[in-house]
């Protein structure tokens, strides 16, 4: 399956703690993206990081990938109440934007 | 900037009914996608269109969904027959990116949650 998968599967932290999800796929990739999704909504674009770069960073959001190792990390720093979602990585393995998602890390950050 | 629109948002059906969604993308977006997301699990790609062609729909249950996006903007999704299986919601997505030109990010709908009783 080229299907990504996050670990874990759910994590509760409080608020202000950093929060840090993994992703591992199976398959090369062109790019891999990060999605968020509140209950009930649809999927939010948040970082795209392609193959050939290591670290990125987006206001509170930093993502690692390693091709190597298959796998990339999301952190947020400072969690706030409003992190609360569910977060899916999605693999693009040929840059026809055809994405596959992982299951989902679901973060609560307690007030 | 409009979103991604989409109706219905909620739809309850008996089994081998038919059901249709419909998705209207984000104005000048050539790439719409259709992904099935069962509760808990993470999105499944239906159908991705490049203006009203088929790019990929490898893993469209043909036998009983189909799809179509004429004149290469709005999109209908259906299914028929429905089976319990198929309660999930689909989500349409809409991108900027043209194959062979660059990837990038996907807009989602809000989805259309379907329940097969």
């Known amino acids: 399956s080229q299907q990504g998968e996050e670990d874990p599967q759910a994590l509760s932290i409080q608020e202000g703690e950093n929060a840090t999800m993994n992703c591992s796929y199976k398959?090369?990739?062109?790019?891999l993206q990060w999605y968020r999704q509140n209950s009930g909504r649809g999927l939010v674009h948040l970082i795209l990081i392609r193959s050939n770069e290591r670290e990125k960073h987006s206001g509170r959001l930093r993502v690692t990938l390693d091709t190597s190792k298959k796998s990339s990390s999301l952190l947020i720093t400072a969690s706030r109440a409003a992190d609360t979602a569910s977060y899916f990585c999605?693999?693009?393995?040929?840059?026809?934007?055809?994405?596959?998602f992982g299951t989902g890390t679901r973060l609560t950050v307690i007030p | 900037e409009a979103g991604v629109a989409q109706s219905p948002r909620y739809k309850i059906i008996e089994k081998r009914q038919s059901v249709a969604f419909w998705c209207n993308p984000i104005s000048g977006h050539a790439t719409l996608y259709w992904y099935q997301q069962i509760l808990g699990q993470g999105p499944k790609l239906l159908i991705q269109f490049q203006n009203n062609g088929v790019v990929d729909d490898s893993q469209l249950p043909k036998d009983r969904f189909s799809a179509e996006r004429l004149k290469g903007v709005d999109s209908t999704l259906k299914i028929q027959p429905a089976k319990l299986e198929d309660s999930a919601v689909y989500l349409c997505a809409s991108s900027h990116h043209i194959t062979g030109r660059f990837s990038g990010e996907l807009f989602f709908g809000e989805g259309s949650r379907l329940t097969v009783l």
């Open positions: 999605a693999t693009d393995p040929t840059g026809a934007n055809n994405l596959f």
């Open positions: 398959t090369s990739i062109n790019n």
